[in-house]
């Protein structure tokens, strides 16, 4: 049977880790439609202009994810939450864990993508010519496969902010908002 415990909601994130996960998440969520819809659209201007402002939104949220990696080494973190049961409490921190990983994976693939598919000089000249028809380089794949597995881990994620408010009438949003 499984134990409802009651966490110290009172421990909070640095207010720099605060700022970085909401912004970052907020930047996640314009990514995920901004590449959906790149990806059935002929090349042209809407596309080169989308695609630069993926890449460039991309970009940032790698710079902030490195930011929030090193935070997560110097600043003091609150105490994990516990959820009553041994494999949801790892659960949870691998969860926690792959969201990092998952983040660095699709930016660096993003980049590996712009580099071998030769989206450089599209990029730089604003010239839609220049993008190919069909983009057939393996960083692609993976990266597509890596940003469905951000959006079923986002949605645990969100899943389990719910739990936790639903099952044991915890707000554990409170440990990460100013």
Not at 158 to 178: A, D, F, L, S
Request: glycine share 6%; hydrophobic share 50%.
């Amino acid at each position: 049977m499984k134990t409802i415990v009651k966490n110290n909601l009172s421990e909070k994130y640095s207010k720099g880790t605060i700022i970085i996960h909401w912004l970052s998440f907020l930047l996640i969520i314009a990514l995920i439609p901004t590449g959906i819809i790149m990806e059935d659209m002929e090349p042209g201007v809407a596309k080169i202009n989308l695609l630069r402002l993926h890449a460039l939104v991309g970009i940032i949220v790698f710079v902030l994810t490195l930011v929030r990696v090193w935070f997560f080494f110097r600043h003091k973190r609150p105490s994990k939450l516990e959820t009553g049961s041994t494999i949801h409490n790892k659960l949870v921190v691998w969860i926690e864990n792959s969201f990092y990983y998952l983040l660095i994976l699709l930016c660096l693939t993003g980049i590996a993508t712009i580099v071998m598919g030769n989206l450089g000089e599209a990029l730089q000249s604003n010239d839609a010519s220049l993008l190919p028809k069909n983009l057939n380089v393996s960083p692609l794949y993976v990266h597509k496969a890596s940003a469905m597995l951000l959006i079923i881990l986002l949605l645990g994620h969100i899943g389990g902010v719910i739990n936790h408010y639903v099952k044991n009438k915890e707000n554990t949003i409170k440990r990460i908002t100013p």
